[in-house]
């Protein structure tokens, strides 16, 4: 297995035999660069890291699967939202920027997050200018695409496949809070597969990761609460033989979501997404 690493991403690319099948995680980076200026402690804004996702699919090289993670802490460059995703009320001295604000801007958790988890607390000092949001995105938003896009065509070239499969990795919280579209739902299950609605990927693919996570006993739902988001809109275009698909664990499986400490879950759950990893790697060899 050989290893890279930079200051946006660590990349983990097997050595031998390869499917074309890559994993990438996000959300679960832990650094955050010099010039980020919260208003809040770290104990409050970590809450936004899809905490340990990266451990939770470490096995993932060693079954041939690359597996790229995202170093930088999500609430200072979101990499799974649009440039344009920020509400321009967040924002000083913006001349210049584009803005096409979403549900998730508006709720303080765009491409810059302003609003702290999980009660929209102000995240900043001070919001951020035009040119801090432009720094930004060209020192972790641009990398972290490039990298990945690099990825999926080395992945492709060096397997010799007319298809390369991709799964986009996440956690969630157990309960939407009021940050969350689906504030005051009800709990989640155990795992949500999304494809933004059938246009990122094929769909034997969601029904092939659904079938294997059913079969190892998890509770599963497509598209609700999550739809995917600019990742997959990016990245997956199944008409070229790209196909992305998102899975978000439940954090409850392996965490206290209060403490940020692993449970006793944490062991059992790798052992049992490493099973999940395995054999979605071999319904893609299969193909």
């Known amino acids: ?12 690319y097997p050595q031998g035999k390869l499917v074309p099948l890559l994993f990438d995680s996000p959300h679960s980076g832990t650094w955050y660069p010099e010039d980020f200026e919260p208003a809040q402690p770290p104990e409050r804004y970590r809450r936004a890291e899809d905490m340990y996702v990266d451990e939770l699919f470490a096995a993932a090289p060693g079954l041939g699967i690359p597996l790229m993670a995202c170093r930088v802490g999500r609430i200072y460059c979101d990499v799974n939202r649009a440039v344009e995703d920020l509400d321009p009320a967040n924002v000083r001295e913006a001349d210049g ?3 096409a604000p979403g549900p998730k801007a508006r709720l303080g958790k765009g491409v810059i997050w302003t609003a702290t988890p999980p009660d929209g607390a102000p995240l900043l000092a001070r919001p951020p200018t035009g040119a801090m949001v432009a720094a930004r995105l060209a020192r972790v938003w641009q990398p ?16 010799g496949a007319a298809d390369v499969y991709h799964l986009d990795l996440h956690a969630m919280q157990p309960i939407a809070n009021v940050m969350h579209e689906d504030a005051g739902g009800a709990p989640r299950p155990d795992i949500v597969l999304s494809d ?7 769909g034997d693919f969601i029904d092939a990761a659904r079938a294997i996570l059913l079969d190892l006993g998890f509770s599963v739902q497509i598209n609700d609460p999550f739809r995917g988001a600019e990742i997959l809109r990016r990245h997956g275009d199944p008409a070229s033989g790209r196909h992305s698909l998102q899975i978000e664990v439940n954090r409850a499986l392996y965490m206290d979501v209060e403490t940020y400490r692993k449970t006793d879950g944490f062991a059992p759950l790798c052992a049992r997404l490493e099973r999940f990893s395995a054999r979605l790697r071999d319904w893609v060899a299969a193909r």
Do not use: I, P
């Not at 933004?196 to 094929?202: D, H, I, L």
């Open 97 to 99: 920027l584009r803005f």
């Open 144 to 159: 972290y695409h490039d990298g990945l896009s690099a990825l999926l065509e080395r992945v492709r070239r060096e397997t």
């Open 196 to 202: 933004r609605e059938g246009t990122s990927c094929a």
């Open 1 to 12: 297995m050989t290893g890279a690493e930079n200051e946006v991403f660590t990349l983990r």
